[in-house]
């Protein structure tokens, strides 16, 4: 994060391209364009209560739970969220 916001600073105070500016700073253009993905508390907390009541299921047996109670997500979301939650 420490060398994004340096970048970002470097393009914002010294009027540098943004190209040249990530050069200087050795960091990916393709990592300072990206935003952070955003949290989904209500999705981990329906996760946590079905993972505390049923503790031998996994992310796809979770993602199906979910699935009835109206939370549908794609797999890859689903299983990035279970991955932050139980590692």
């Known amino acids: 994060m ?5 970048a970002l600073k ?3 105070d010294h009027e540098l391209s943004r190209r ?8 990916d253009p393709k990592t300072v364009r990206r935003e952070c993905l955003p ?3 209500e999705i981990r907390h329906e996760m946590d209560e079905i993972a505390k009541q049923r503790r031998r299921f996994g992310y ?7 699935e009835r109670k109206g ?5 890859k979301k689903l299983y990035r969220l279970y991955r932050g939650a139980y590692q």
């Open 2 to 6: 420490a060398r994004r916001e340096a």
């Open 10 to 12: 470097a393009v914002r």
């Open 20 to 27: 040249h500016a990530f050069l200087l700073v050795g960091v």
């Open 39 to 41: 949290d989904h508390p």
């Open 60 to 66: 796809r047996r979770i993602g199906i739970m979910l």
């Open 71 to 75: 939370m549908v997500m794609n797999h």
